[in-house]
């Protein structure tokens, strides 16, 4: 960060063509500032020194004419398109100044609440909470250790029998139905401690008979505007499969796509501030990847508008599943 500045933000490709009305669509409005002075450039079209008017989305943004109202967006922008290679940058510049009372009116909640509201936000000012959890990275491992079988009124040690029962009342117009048993998957009693505890063994879920694949290709001399393909998978007959993740590079500046069945699933762009690689991922968060039946294909293509033809690889990730 800098003081009294808004950092520079890198060219952004568009994501889709220009509107007539000041609106945009690119890869991540991510440092884009309201009232910060940005300059959109394609092939073939003069740059053109926009300001920032609002920012709807993380890929969502409107612009207008500089030096007027923060509601002007009449802006011509259809000409600057993807396929012309549209893109938008921010300059390092001098920040909007705010006046305090400005501050204090922005963020003072009027009566019956009469306070000054303090929320944590996001990096596009979106709140954090269900449907946008604050983002935690844990690296490390957790001991578990006994687990205890507590009584939910009491909170003491349920009791168990020396044979490893337990006994259990369900009341509705007071009947016993006797002693219920607790078995493990291999129909064996569970084994108490003698404070009525158990002992927990968390185990790998990877079976022995499922296959981590990796499936690499590559092409040569792609020419410009001709969609090829540079990997496919098909899963197998006797197997269904997870896509993980996929990863492509090239010596050209272009468009990957990932597609299932001929289904687009993910697009990735590269562009020359970003760099030539790209990778698609399945398998963040509690999410462990596309599930793939059988018969299924995975294809990843490149299209590019680079004058030299040039090469590209990819790969492709898969966990086969013997059904």
């Known amino acids: 960060m800098f003081e ?7 060219p952004t490709l568009f994501t889709s063509n220009g509107s007539a009305n000041g609106y945009i669509q690119v890869v991540d409005t991510k440092g884009f500032k309201v009232k910060a002075t940005a300059i959109i450039s394609a092939t073939s079209q003069p740059n053109l020194t926009v300001q920032i008017k609002r920012v709807i989305s993380p890929t969502q943004m ?5 030096n007027t109202a923060i509601s002007n967006t009449q802006v011509d922008l259809s000409a600057y398109t993807v396929a012309a290679g549209a893109f938008i940058f921010q300059d390092q510049q ?3 100044t705010i006046a305090p009372a400005d501050i204090i009116q922005a963020v003072y909640e009027q009566e ?9 936000v996001d990096q596009y000012g979106n709140p954090y909470g269900v ?18 079988i507590v009584d939910q009124t009491t909170h003491d040690p349920v009791k168990v029998n020396p044979d490893g029962s337990i006994n259990v009342k369900v009341e509705a117009g007071s009947f016993d139905i006797g002693t219920v048993e607790i078995t493990g998957p291999s129909g064996h009693l569970v084994d108490p401690n003698a404070d009525g505890s158990i ?3 968390v185990l790998p879920s990877t079976n022995p008979n499922d296959t981590v694949k990796n499936i690499f290709d ?7 505007g001709v969609l090829t393909n540079i990997v496919s998978y098909t899963v197998p007959s006797n197997k269904t499969a997870i896509l993980e993740r996929s990863a492509a590079s090239g010596e050209n500046i272009g468009t990957y796509t990932l597609s299932i069945n001929g289904i687009t699933q993910s ?5 020359y501030a970003g760099g030539f690689n790209v990778a698609f991922e399945f398998t963040t968060g509690q999410n462990n990847g596309l599930v793939l039946q059988p018969g299924d294909v995975v294809l990843v293509t490149i299209l590019h508008n680079r004058p030299d033809p040039a090469n590209f690889d990819a790969r492709i990730q898969v966990l086969e599943i013997l059904t």
């Open 4 to 10: 009294k500045q808004w950092v520079a933000v890198a």
């Open 62 to 66: 409107v612009v207008g004419p500089l």
């Open 94 to 96: 001098p920040r909007v």
């Open 112 to 120: 019956p609440v009469v306070a000054i509201r303090t929320e944590s």
């Open 131 to 148: 449907g946008n959890p604050l983002p935690i990275a844990f690296e490390g491992t957790i001991a578990i250790g006994d687990v205890s």
């Open 199 to 201: 002992n927990v063994n």
């Open 218 to 224: 590559t092409v040569s001399g792609v020419v410009a």
């Open 267 to 271: 697009v990735q762009r590269t562009y």
